[in-house]
Nanobody
């Protein structure tokens, strides 16, 4: 099993930036991809961005394209989400997840980190 711990959330004004980190431990060799999801108040969890662990291929939700960048440091078993030009609608709990290659629902997820963007 893979354990995931997020950090880097906080309160920021609209237009500002934050960088989220997610440190993986345990059976990290089983990771095919890592991703970020978020859940805003009263809404369902939604996909934000993902990166394949080996090749570094990335995928973004339309809401994240051009503003967010996902990256990973394989030596540190850590994935990052650089968020720029933040908007109040980006306010949510952000979760890191690991896909073992059989789907996000079959892998691990972190406890989440709160991001609040004030207008």
């Amino acid at each position: 099993q893979v354990q995931l711990v997020e950090s880097g959330g906080g309160l920021v004004q609209a237009g500002g930036s934050l960088r989220l980190s997610c440190a993986a431990s345990g059976r990290t060799f089983s990771i095919y991809a890592m991703g970020w999801f978020r859940r805003a108040p009263g809404k369902e969890r939604e996909f934000v961005a993902a990166i394949t662990w080996s090749g570094g291929s990335t995928n973004y939700a339309d809401s994240a394209k051009g503003r967010f960048t996902i990256s990973r440091d394989k030596a540190k078993n850590t994935v990052y989400l650089q968020m720029n030009s933040l908007k109040p609608e980006d306010t949510a709990v952000y979760y890191c997840a690991a896909d073992p290659g059989t789907g996000w629902g079959t892998g691990s997820s972190g406890q989440g980190t709160q991001v609040t963007v004030s207008s």
